[in-house]
């Protein structure tokens, strides 16, 4: 069953690890991070289970690219992994602004 959808806009932010490797992700935060935890909240209370580290399972799409991954509480808001190979196909850099459409499974 598909939930909600969600359209985030905001910049593209990168964590380096200690070989230098990148990840990107962009924050989802205010209203929407609260949708967000509302999902999770319900799907908690309705499964009787909570997913990994608080998780929620979503589809996301930028431009003409869309992955399956979860999404992480993160202080105040959620974090949504971005893909490398969504990085290269759509251009993106880290930094870039982005706008990322959000199914909340």
Known sequence: ???D???VTG???GW???AGMLATYLMVEGEQANEVSAHELHSRITSGKRRGFGSVKVEAVIGGSEWST??????DGWFLPVKAA???AEG???G???TAEITLL
């Open 1 to 3: 069953m598909r939930g």
């Open 86 to 88: 969504v990085r290269r």
């Open 96 to 98: 870039g602004e982005v």
């Open 70 to 75: 979860s999404m992480f509480p993160q202080d």
């Open 16 to 18: 380096r690890n200690d």
């Open 5 to 7: 959808v969600i359209t």
């Open 11 to 13: 910049t593209l932010l």
């Open 92 to 94: 993106l850099e880290e």
